[in-house]
């Protein structure tokens, strides 16, 4: 089992700068890739950020060139910096963990650890 923590989430205005945390623990050595999730209440949850182990960050077209995802594997944490923030941002951002078996980061399929999630609030 693995447990996944994030913290860092509160109130910005536009055009500010955030970074989430996400601190993982337990069977870590069975993670094959962690991400960044979002959901605003009543939609759809959307892909954010992802790293799979050995290979390049991926981020969602809403988050691209704005934010920046970065793992720490000695540490076993995992980080979000958000740029240029804009209202639409608004959102409960969770952090995710992959286990062994098929990952697709984008589509959140081998994602068995979540964290209970942190708001990301976007004044305009």
């Known amino acids: 089992q693995v447990q996944v923590v994030e913290s860092g989430g509160g109130l910005v205005q536009a055009g500010g700068s955030l970074t989430l945390s996400c601190v993982s623990s337990g069977d870590i050595f069975s993670i094959t890739a962690m991400g960044w999730y979002r959901q605003v209440p009543g939609k759809q949850r959307e892909f954010v950020a992802g790293?799979?182990?050995?290979?390049?960050?991926n981020y969602g077209d809403s988050v691209k060139g704005r934010f920046i995802v970065s793992r720490d594997g000695a540490k076993n944490t995992m980080s979000l910096e958000m740029n240029l923030l804009k209202p639409e941002d608004t959102a409960v951002y969770y952090c995710a963990a992959a286990g062994q078996g098929v990952t697709v980061p984008s589509l959140g399929i081998g994602f068995d650890y979540w964290g209970k999630g942190t708001l990301v609030a976007i004044s305009s």
């Open positions: 790293v799979i182990n050995g290979g390049s960050p």
